[in-house]
């Protein structure tokens, strides 16, 4: 069964440290909660607002170590309703046991504010 999970944090700083700590949080989290391994990813696409300088896939191939999966950046449109800055999200589709249960998303940091429906646990 092919499944997608969403997730986002938020950073304090546009820098490549910075950059590469946030992405890798962002994705253990998930990968923990949703049981995924590198071998069951389908794909990555990662979106990041403008005032985000650095490419968040190199940050996760460095990071974590990912050589095999299909990674994909995009720059988030701007929205007058609700602003945002600084600001990281992935979608990571991947294949999953039947029976492994729905897939939760992970939102860190201000990333809090953008779907504060599913994350209040």
């Known amino acids: 069964m092919v499944k997608a999970?969403?997730?986002?944090?938020?950073?304090?700083?546009?820098?490549?440290i910075e950059l590469k700590d946030k992405v890798r949080t962002l994705y253990l989290n998930l990968q923990e909660l949703n049981g995924f391994s590198e071998e069951s990813i389908v794909s990555i696409i990662?979106?990041?607002?403008?005032?985000?300088?650095?490419?968040?896939?190199?940050?996760?191939?460095?990071?974590?170590?990912?050589?095999?999966?299909?990674l994909?950046?995009?720059?988030?449109?701007?929205?007058?309703d609700f602003p945002q800055e600084m600001m990281l999200r992935?979608?990571?589709t991947y294949n999953a046991e039947d029976g492994s249960g729905p897939a939760v998303p992970v939102y860190l940091g201000k990333a809090l504010e953008l779907r504060a429906d599913l994350t209040k646990r």
């Open 90 to 92: 992935v979608l990571i």
């Open 5 to 16: 999970v969403r997730g986002a944090i938020s950073l304090d700083a546009d820098n490549q």
């Open 72 to 80: 994909f950046c995009t720059q988030e449109p701007a929205c007058i």
């Open 46 to 70: 990662f979106s990041q607002t403008h005032d985000i300088s650095y490419n968040p896939a190199k940050a996760l191939r460095i990071s974590v170590n990912i050589s095999t999966v299909p």
